[in-house]
């Protein structure tokens, strides 16, 4: 055993796709599963199968589902005028931790970023605008949430020009930028500083 | 979506059980397979299940196998004469990246610790003692190479003494602990200090 053993040596190389996952963490990983019962084993890659199998992408949002229709867009307690446009699942988790908004989503699985080859019909806005300009659309708000990136702004700005362009377009928002909640003004970096005094608004009281 | 969907939610408790994963980590992990493509997950999940079934303690010195004895002790080119003792497969892994020694191992599986419950017993020592007294047996040596620790140490006098207790031991000796090579003696600490004036030896030349 100069070397791992073959079986051994697949699985870190199966292991190190997985994000931030170098070589050492493999190999711990490795000996973490050969410690396991075998059917503990089993349930891992079992997991990881039905993952696979189970989820897909909700045909209305994009979000992740189970079936045709997440649940999020089925339910009917949800706010149906506003929708929330993000960029990835993870950022629409983000907004569902915090509970305080209940319209709906629109993820754009990606930002537009020409210098990687995402061009905006990579991303999910043409179908972002069919959602907008449906026959049955209630949509009266769009909030644009893509992150504050160079590839963010211009996806926020494609879309506003592009559903600004139609007819009775709807009422299109973009999420204040500003110090977050909790840090010291002293430590601010000029962008975000220039962006809050930018978004600044009276004082209530 | 409240909550994550519940395959997304089993597989993340399944990462968890990895060394070092966390929520955040699992759920990273969870987020890139979903953008693998079907056929690259199912090699993850195959690899794992791979892993475990083709993997197996070799019969002679607990070290992984493949087959029924591994590669080390098959290696007629080794020395069958000395047999290093380790803790765990890692450590002889450790030992064999060095490509300095070309003995034989024995993989105990853990060191005497009676505080978590693992007796001797629960340990391959039995084993070994098998293979040193065994007739056809041509073990001259057995090296300690258990951790310097409490655990490790206590592992060590209690297969030297019960080595010692049968006729016509092999010689048993320990690895030598002291300054790493590349340390610095100004940062050494006092107990590594004290085991490098212990263990000095003549100096050559």
């Known amino acids: 055993m100069s070397e791992l ?14 994000p931030g996952v170098g070589r050492k963490s493999a190999q711990r990983y490795v000996f973490r599963l050969l ?74 699985h990606g930002a537009i970023s020409p210098m990687t080859g995402v061009t905006p019909d990579k991303l999910k806005i043409d179908e972002l605008v069919e959602r907008v300009k449906a026959a049955d659309s209630v949509i009266g708000e769009v909030i644009l949430a893509t992150n504050p990136t160079v590839e963010g702004e211009t996806t926020a700005l494609y879309i506003t020009k ?15 930028y500003g110090i977050p909640v909790g840090g010291e003004l002293e430590y601010a970096d000029e962008l975000t500083l220039s962006r809050a005094l930018e978004g600044r608004r009276n004082s209530e009281g």
Chains 1, 2 share one sequence.
Do not use: W
């Open 35 to 108: 410690e396991m019962s075998d059917a503990e084993a089993a349930e891992l890659a079992e997991a990881i199968l039905d993952a696979k199998r189970s989820v897909r992408h909700c045909s209305v949002c994009f979000g992740l589902s189970q079936d045709e229709v997440c649940p999020v867009c089925l339910d009917e307690e949800r706010d149906r005028t506003t929708v929330c446009v993000v960029e990835d699942v993870r950022t629409m988790l983000t907004f569902e931790r915090v509970r305080e908004y209940r319209g709906l989503y629109h993820v754009l």
């Open 162 to 176: 592009l559903l600004r362009s139609y007819p009775n377009a709807p009422k299109i928002t973009r999420i204040a």
């Open 5 to 18: 053993l073959p079986p051994l040596d697949r699985l870190i190389q199966q292991f190190r796709k997985l």
